[in-house]
């Protein structure tokens, strides 16, 4: 199996190979997915119903556009949707069927640039992002770092520890070492100033001598403990007396067992012992630990590499909106949102509005996945979609069934090359982020998908009649049902006011949700399970969100 070839091996993308024929609907709902993202499903024709029913899609079938042409069956007869309107439930950018009935083109051509296009049908969000996580078999071969430039990769291989841990037993206080039963006589270092006070044994020093029975000698943690010694006794638990003949005698209020406050070798780990298994995030902890058994490198798989793109005109990177223009919020979030997914991303490049311009940057870029930002409709700037024929590229998923972001799409630019295009609207790009790019780069980087989490709701939320919603939530605790996820307001696909006091995004499944429904969360990766954000009455009436707001009255 080829980087180029999918679907052949376990866990890999379920479609056809690259440069192949297009794979037809097999049963398989990830063949399925695939054939109509690419415009290659066969046509279906409903039960009982003549040739005017027939469903035509074309090639390489752009999602987030609006047919040419619409049946009125396919539109319900409704008002058009209105776009900052979550609920309504008709959106022809939703839209996915063609042409249709004798009148529409049998075979139409692909288009050659922005416009309107037929619209595959929508991806359910589920299977999108199992596409997304599917996409490739598996991460890149690992390789070799240094411990400082390991931090955020995935192991390759078990950490096993190389020594002992600790490697010899140590002191676990400051006091003293003792040998048998108290009173003890407190000895002088062999290599302490008779003018100076004793300083005992330290940290990173070997005893010169062994302790004799019935004496002891101060030692500071950390240190090694000398042959001959039974115990430590703790500094604030001993008392030094001076005797007639010059010397010293440590008493204690009780006797000191065998063992106390002596860290013995091997307590931590033996040598060959697996400290972690292959698969582990590389976290500061784990490096620590590495450190400490032994290891000056770590075999880990490499951080994927992504590289945004910042489409648009009407974007500014400093200073108030003016003129008609507005300020990029996409460009300033997403690549540090990445990093914290583990990804290297360089600073986000801002790209005019024209194909060539688009067409050139990717063509050029080695990046595993590049992640575009707006222009994945069919608007007379919107270009994603013309360069991706352009490119030869292949579409895996043209639209999503989910509210904000259904325009968001995953294609492969070449073998293990990937694109997600985002919508331009700043929740909506979060959505997509979360749902293509997330499972995406989750596999690149070999790490393992967070267990599924769900917590109730603390209010109702209204849902799309047909497709999943993505909600802001912040957790709360609540006295009478524990920690429960507060939908919040301003969650509107061009809105980033909920976000930035959010948790998580809840998953809304169509038809909405009723209070107390215990729903699948989509954790941010700051996210510490408590929202210092929230305040008393978050979800009160007229609070962040308004539980009447979405429900008819209905709290």
Do not use: K
Request: hydrophobic residues 40%; charged residues 20%.
């Amino acid at each position: 199996m080829t980087d180029g070839e999918f679907g052949g091996e376990p866990g890999g993308v379920v479609g056809r190979p690259w440069g192949g024929p297009p794979a037809e609907g097999r049963g398989d709902p990830f063949d399925d997915a695939l054939a109509l993202a690419n415009g290659t499903a066969p046509t279906r024709v409903r039960p009982g119903a003549g040739p005017e029913s027939t469903t035509v899609t074309t090639p390489y079938a752009a999602g987030g556009a609006t047919a040419a042409t619409s049946s009125a069956t396919d539109s319900g007869g409704d008002a058009p949707y209105t776009p900052d309107d979550p609920f309504s439930p008709d959106d022809p950018a939703a839209a996915r069927s063609g042409p249709s009935g004798p009148s529409g083109p049998a075979d139409p051509a692909p288009p050659t640039g922005p416009g309107p296009r037929s619209i595959p049908a929508a991806v359910p969000w589920h299977t999108a992002r199992e596409l997304a996580e599917r996409a490739v078999p598996g991460p890149p071969a690992p390789g070799t770092s240094a411990l400082g430039e390991a931090l955020g990769r995935t192991l390759a291989a078990p950490l096993t520890a190389l020594t002992d841990l600790p490697s010899f037993d140590t002191s676990a206080m400051d006091g003293w070492v003792v040998s048998g039963p108290g009173p003890w006589r407190l000895d002088r270092p062999a290599d302490a100033s008779e003018a100076g006070p004793a300083s005992g044994i330290l940290a990173g020093h070997a005893p010169a001598e062994a302790l004799l029975d019935g004496h002891a000698i101060p030692i500071a943690t950390g240190a090694r403990i000398p042959s001959g010694a039974t115990a430590v006794l703790r500094s604030e638990h001993g008392e030094v007396r001076e005797l007639s003949d010059g010397g010293r005698r440590l008493y204690a209020p009780r006797p000191a067992p065998p063992g106390q406050d002596i860290r013995p070798r091997g307590q931590e780990c033996r040598r060959g012992d697996q400290l972690l298994p292959a698969g582990a995030l590389v976290t500061p902890a784990v490096l620590g630990l590495a450190a400490a058994a032994g290891y000056d490198e770590l075999t880990a798989y490499r951080r994927p590499r992504a590289e945004v793109f910042v489409l648009g005109d009407e974007l500014l990177d400093h200073g108030l909106p003016r003129e008609g223009r507005i300020r990029d919020a996409l460009g300033p979030m997403l690549a540090p949102w990445l990093h914290a997914l583990g990804v290297e991303a360089a600073p986000p490049r801002h790209l005019a509005d024209e194909a060539d311009t688009l067409y050139a940057a990717l063509a050029e870029s080695t990046a595993d996945v590049v992640i575009t930002t707006g222009g994945t409709a069919s608007g007379p700037v919107d270009h994603v979609h013309p360069t991706l024929r352009r490119l030869g590229a292949e579409v895996l998923v043209d639209g999503v069934a989910v509210r904000p972001g259904h325009p968001m799409l995953l294609a492969r630019l070449a073998p293990r090359r990937h694109l997600v295009g985002l919508p331009g609207n700043p929740l909506a790009a979060v959505s997509g982020l979360l749902t293509l790019a997330e499972p995406l780069l989750r596999t690149l980087a070999a790490r393992r998908p967070a267990a599924p989490y769900r917590t109730p709701l603390a209010a109702a939320v209204a849902g799309h009649p047909h497709d999943t919603r993505l909600v802001p939530v912040a957790y709360r605790d609540d006295e009478r049902h524990g920690l429960m996820a507060v939908p919040l307001r301003f969650h509107g696909p061009a809105m980033l006011r909920g976000i930035a006091s959010a948790d998580a995004l809840a998953v809304i499944p169509p038809g909405g949700a009723e209070r107390g429904t215990e729903l699948e969360l989509l954790e941010f990766p700051w996210s510490s399970s408590w929202s210092a954000g929230w305040m008393p009455g978050w979800a009160a009436p007229g609070g962040p969100y308004d539980p009447t707001e979405a429900t008819g009255g209905r709290a």
